[in-house]
């Protein structure tokens, strides 16, 4: 050999004894555990995980060299890149950083003792998704990418130096054992700074030790990454040699292809075998040349010209930044602020939410946004955008913001509150360009098939509502919270109504279709579409052909309380008392008012004592009520039936007291159904004083059953279902004639010697389907959902 072989790698190093043997954390070794012992087939992701964590080590180092020069004096004669090697004899694959490196101290907590937020995540996770290769691939995304180097190895070696540690430490761990040692390298500080990952491959992974794989999957994994990264390839020769000159040295210029990064350490090996012709008398030998291939351009995207990217280029770099293989962009908005501050951006729309984001709290994504100066890499936790945005990824890199200040200082600026500002605009404007460039799709079209015959296919939603069912609760909590844009965020809602036939539309959209006198904007909330289709209120609009917005989500109404109106017009539950047509003769109905409320004020008396407790009060509709013959609404103050049971689910889960939530009711009579005026008839005179009544009993169960039914009609639960039950079977008793309610006396049939009959509860006269269980509001029975 007449150069030295390729680097040392720590293949065959043996731990030395007194080596600290530490235990892995209990959940990463539980995870350790499923890692190596799966089947996944998409075994690539360890190579863009080691790719990654090198390139953070990368950035790292640099943000440190620039805010903190003192420590980093002389480190930076080092150059930042990436190294890739592979040993298809020893069975191993090595990837070096010269990046931060990590000191004996942190090599231990991160590598195993203590353990990341979303090591639980990660199992939970691989769990539901049984043998799913993409659970897998998104192991970057809970923090614990490290470890999918056992998908391909059962035995992981990492070397490593810090610029805070003056000596360089090795970790390692085979198969996956609950523990790995720690000890300083025998070999020195052979790395400068940075970290050295050897691979000891499984069997069934040979194939990351061929050169043609590695160099097709690190290229892909490296495209976007801002430093050199480069692969070691090893080409072999056919050289003539001269007769004289027996062992002569090869030129050196014989370089491999594609060098591009090349930093002066190409090696070249002469093989032993000279070979002979017969014929010409010329001999040859063997020549293997070593080289590093650059594999990536290293240009920032988002420095590039638009029209010089190419979608997939876009997709390709929004798989670098959400850490995952399998969801795409949705769309994305790249562009260049200019002003006062300038600063380059590409923004993302997800497809999907990660994994580990939750509507509940709506923390913002892990690392969503990348601040950069001036290409360096600042950091990823400056939540650059609100809260409820916080799904949105992408970068920003201005040249405006100085290098050199710590992350403290930066998050304060001045120049990054205004970046912020424009951040919220441009993302707004970016979902708001979504929804008008998918206003056309979705549409059901009608095919033909090869016979001719006309097939409906499937109405598919259009990307943006596709888009909106995901992240609506985003939308409508930045509808809440952020009042500058209120306006625009508003105009990105979306509703099912009466007449949308299943359709999302927006408010633009309803107001298209309002009547020409409608000065209010009807709405009305219910656990789903298909409980409010039901409501009675709906009646006398769907009569009227006024449309109506299904308020679904729980956000919904505790939103539309804080806005109140849009473009003028104000929110109307159609649920409260309050709800007036304005297509109606004005006089006349007043007049109608004064003669319903004196005709049925005995009425109205008796109810409001008689609900004391459950209604707040009692009184002649103000409107039709169609069929129905009472109704219970919310006062004007009070809570609708669909608040009322989202705060009750609510109260019950946190154990609080749910009575509070009972009270503004309003019992609204129907004057022209005969029950009501049955009732009317048998209630007690209007009386002075406070006197009790003398009620028939049949009239006060009727004025009971009454009530529950104008609850149930409301959309409010029952408040004694028992008392309810016992006036049903009253009812039942009467109408079958009975004399009691007494059971039966328990039969006692002698012993047969046959088997059995099978008794067939099916056709036994009891149809399940006779029963409308649905107006029972069996959702408030599962308050604890
Ligand atoms: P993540 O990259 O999401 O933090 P990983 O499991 O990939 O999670 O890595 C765990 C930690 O190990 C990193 O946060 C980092 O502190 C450390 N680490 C991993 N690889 C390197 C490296 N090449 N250089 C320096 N530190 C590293
Ligand atoms: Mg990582």
Redesign the pocket.
């Known amino acids: 050999m007449l150069a030295q072989a390729a680097d040392d790698v720590a293949s065959t190093m043996v731990p030395p004894e007194g080596a600290e043997k530490y235990a892995f954390e209990a959940e990463v070794h539980r995870m350790m555990d499923i890692v190596v012992n799966s089947l996944y087939q998409n075994k690539d992701v360890f190579l863009r995980?080691l790719i990654?964590?090198?390139s953070?080590?990368l950035d790292k180092f640099r943000y440190l060299a620039l805010t903190e020069p003192d420590t980093y004096k002389g480190e930076e004669e080092i150059p930042l890149q990436v190294k890739i090697q592979y040993d298809a004899d020893e069975h191993t694959l090595t990837i070096r950083?010269t990046?931060?490196?990590?000191t004996h101290d942190?090599m231990v907590e991160?590598?195993g003792t203590v353990a990341?937020s979303g090591t639980t995540k990660f199992i939970q996770s691989l769990k539901e998704s049984g043998n799913d290769d993409s659970a897998m691939s998104q192991i970057?995304q809970f923090?614990?990418?490290?470890?999918s180097t056992f998908l391909v190895a059962d035995r992981v070696t990492v070397a490593?130096k810090n610029p805070r540690d003056d000596a360089q430490h090795v970790w390692e761990s085979e198969n996956a054992s609950s523990s790995f040692v720690v000890y300083p390298d025998p070999r020195g500080n052979t790395l400068g700074r940075?970290?050295e990952?050897t691979l000891h491959l499984k069997e069934d992974s040979l194939e990351y030790a061929d050169p043609n794989r590695l160099r097709e999957l690190a290229q892909h994994y490296s495209e976007f990454v801002m430093h050199p990264i480069s692969l070691r390839t090893t080409s072999t020769m056919e050289v003539e040699i001269e007769d004289e000159e027996e062992e002569a040295t090869p030129e050196t210029t014989e370089e491999a292809k594609e060098t591009k990064g090349d930093d002066g350490d190409d090696e070249i090996e002469v093989g032993d075998d000279e070979s002979e012709t017969e014929e010409k008398p010329k001999k040859t030998k063997e020549v293997t040349t070593h080289s590093w291939d650059v594999l990536n351009t290293n240009q920032a995207i988002w420095t590039r010209e638009k029209e010089d990217i190419s979608d997939d280029e876009y997709q390709a770099f929004w798989q670098v930044l959400a850490h995952e293989a399998t969801s795409n962009a949705t769309s994305w908005s790249h562009f260049n602020a200019e002003g006062n501050i300038n600063f380059k951006s590409i923004l993302y729309l997800p497809d999907d939410l990660p994994p580990t984001y939750s509507y509940t709290n709506m923390e913002p994504v892990q690392g969503a946004l990348r601040l950069y100066v001036r290409k360096v890499l600042i950091g990823d936790e400056f939540n650059l955008l609100p809260k409820y945005l916080g799904f949105i990824r992408g970068v920003v890199d201005s040249d405006d913001l100085p290098l050199n200040v710590n992350r403290e200082t930066l998050q304060e600026s001045k120049i990054l509150s205004v970046i912020k500002k424009k951040l919220v605009r441009k993302a707004i404007e970016m979902i708001r360009q979504l929804a008008k460039d998918s206003e056309d799709e979705g549409q059901s079209e009608a095919e033909i098939d090869e016979e001719g015959n006309v097939i409906e296919t499937e109405e598919k939603d259009s990307r943006y509502i596709a888009f909106y069912r995901k992240f609506s609760p985003n939308i409508k909590l930045g509808v809440v919270e952020d009042e500058p844009n209120r306006g625009k965020l508003m105009k990105l809602l979306r509703f099912q109504t009466s007449k949308s036939d299943g359709k999302m539309i927006s408010l633009a959209a309803y107001f298209d279709n309002m009547k020409e006198w409608q000065e209010e904007i009807y709405v009305l909330g219910g656990a789903s579409a298909e409980e409010i289709e039901k409501s009675p209120f709906l009646e006398t609009f769907r009569d009227k052909d006024v449309e109506v917005i299904y308020l679904t989500d729980s956000i919904d109404e505790y939103m539309l309380r804080q806005v109140r109106d849009h473009e003028k017009k104000k929110f109307v539950q159609i649920s409260s008392e309050s709800v007036k047509f304005k297509d109606e003769d004005e006089d006349l109905i007043k007049r109608r008012e004064k003669a319903y409320k004196n005709t049925f004020k005995p009425l109205t008396k008796w109810l409001r004592k008689l609900y004391t407790g459950s209604i707040l009060r009692v009184q002649v509709a103000r409107r039709s009520l169609g069929s129905v013959p009472a109704i219970v609404t919310s006062s004007d103050f009070g809570n609708s039936a669909n608040m009322e049971r989202i705060l009750r689910a609510q109260a019950f889960q946190h154990g609080m007291d749910q009575s509070s939530f009972l009270a503004l009711k309003v019992f609204e009579l129907n004057p022209r159904h005969p029950l009501v005026k049955k009732l009317l008839d048998g209630c007690p005179p209007e009386e002075e004083g406070d006197e009790p009544f003398e009620v028939a009993p049949d009239i006060l169960d009727a004025a009971w059953m009454l009530h529950d039914m104008a609850m149930l009609n409301g959309g409010f639960p029952i408040s004694d279902p028992e008392a309810h039950n016992q006036r049903l079977l009253k009812v039942l008793r009467a109408q079958f004639s009975l004399d009691s309610l007494d059971l039966e006396p328990e039969i006692d049939p002698p012993v047969e010697e046959d088997e059995a009959p099978e008794i067939d509860f099916t056709s036994d006269g009891i149809n399940m389907e006779d029963f409308d269980l649905d107006s029972l509001n069996l959702d408030d029975l599962d308050m604890g959902a």
């Open positions: 995980e990654s964590n090198a953070d080590a950083d990046g931060v490196g990590m942190e991160n590598l990341r970057g923090g614990v990418g490290f470890y490593s940075g970290t990952i």
